[in-house]
């Protein structure tokens, strides 16, 4: 079975030429000709080729209502004859603020932003500024965008790592600084985080549900314990919910572990995938904002045409609850009981995991995976293997063995990624 490419070839030529690396994102680097998309609707992509393609990546999680959804294209297309930027106030801001205030537990004040990277750099400013404390904890594996405070110990290498218990601050690339007031710990370790923690750290950052290193859920108790030890130890906690907000629940990971962070970031789905970023949090945490003593600004937050998009699809997950989430979690939890059952049948030691509106499948022979360094240890290589024969057969998967859920998959949409996941899993060599 092989797609037609000659399109696709042609302009990797040429955007190798002009672009670095013929790619605009590291996250699209691929072995072959990368995926060149032509159009995107509901749960499909077509390619310049003409080949089309059951979309799981979504966007890297964006498109929670399909690609393309009506309500949205509809909205974006209203505003941009009313403007496109402003830098200036709007209506609209003050609307989508009010709802995500209504719909997310711990949000009382909200700063919009463009992208996640962004929130995340204003989050950590915003706890370093609040506390008048240097440090910030994170989690090994636990990503919180590209930029250098930040991009430490997100998949480094185990050699490279150091102890299990007190992992190393890893850069994530050339060209980093070294780490600064950075402490890193292990994910769903409780005893490890404690003795890690101290009277400087300003704020433990983690993402809820760990999403950009597999899909893992923290241990029972695990979050509520995490966060009675940031209150003793007057800390903030901080959820980076980018993928996790509105996906999981109308008010993102918190509402569905019931545990309340004192400050969130959310993007990807909150504006069906318009560039649109968010920080929120406790009224007096964010008023550090509010009187100038913690610098938060930007050209494009708040953009229109972005927040017309997060209007449209904010109001679709909040007066649609019931029938947004019902799909998501019927259609994830379908989707990956079919593809334990075909592994099965194939002989093949594969683990599905997650809450299923976004879930991971993992080549290896253990029960869980419930952390970094358990998800360093599955067969990636062989998950690589897997991404492309699905790729062949019309199917798109984050490479990672990651998947994201839409409204817009159907039951025969999953039907259909089953078998062809069963007839990939067979082309894969054996062990």
Not at 243 to 259: D, K, N
Request: include cysteine.
């Amino acid at each position: 079975m092989t797609r037609s490419l000659d399109v696709s070839r042609d302009l990797y030529a040429t955007a190798q030429r002009f672009i670095a690396g013929g790619v605009s994102s590291d996250a699209r680097r691929t072995a072959g000709v990368p995926l060149y998309v032509d159009r995107a609707a509901g749960s499909r992509l077509w390619d310049v080729d003409g080949n089309v393609y059951l979309d799981y990546v979504l966007g890297q999680g964006p498109a929670l209502l399909g690609h393309c959804p009506p309500a949205v294209v509809e909205a974006v297309t209203a505003q941009v004859s009313r403007g496109i930027v402003y830098s200036a106030q709007h209506a609209a801001e003050a609307r989508v603020a009010e709802r995500l205030c209504a719909m997310v537990p711990s949000a009382e004040r909200v700063r919009f932003n463009t992208v996640g990277s962004e929130a995340a750099h204003a989050a950590w400013r915003l706890a370093r500024g609040h506390t008048g404390r240097p440090k910030i904890l994170k989690f090994e594996g636990h990503y919180h965008g590209w930029l250098d405070p930040v991009l430490y110990s997100v998949h480094p290498s185990l050699e490279a790592a150091g102890p299990a218990d007190a992992p190393l601050a890893v850069p994530g690339t050339a060209g980093q600084p070294p780490a600064a007031d950075l402490v890193v710990a292990p994910w769903n370790d409780l005893e490890a985080l404690a003795r890690l923690m101290d009277d400087e750290v300003a704020a433990v950052v983690m993402e809820p549900v760990l999403c950009n290193t597999g899909a893992i859920e923290p241990d029972p108790g695990y979050l509520r314990a995490v966060r009675e030890l940031c209150d003793r130890n007057g800390s903030l906690l901080i959820f980076d919910e980018i993928i996790t907000g509105f996906r999981l629940a109308p008010g993102g990971a918190q509402e569905y572990l019931g545990v309340h962070p004192d400050l969130s970031i959310f993007g990807k789905a909150m504006a069906g995938g318009m560039q649109v970023s968010a920080l929120a949090g406790r009224a007096d945490v964010m008023d550090t904002i509010s009187t100038g003593k913690v610098a938060h600004a930007g050209t494009f937050n708040s953009q229109p045409v972005g927040i017309a998009a997060a209007e449209a699809t904010l109001r679709i997950l909040d007066e649609q609850r019931q029938e947004v989430y019902g799909t998501l979690y019927a259609r994830g939890r379908a989707l990956m009981e079919g593809l334990r059952e075909a592994a099965a049948k194939a002989g093949v030691p594969l683990l599905v995991d997650g809450p299923g509106p976004v879930f991971q499948t993992y080549f290896t022979e253990e029960e869980s995976v419930r952390n970094y360094r358990d998800f360093a240890r599955t067969d990636r290589a062989r998950m690589a293997l897997l991404h492309a024969a699905l790729l062949e057969r019309g199917v798109n998967m984050v490479p990672r063995g990651l998947w994201f859920l839409s409204t817009a998959h159907t039951e025969g949409d999953v039907a259909a990624t089953v078998e062809v996941f069963a007839d990939a899993l067979r082309t894969l060599p054996l062990g």
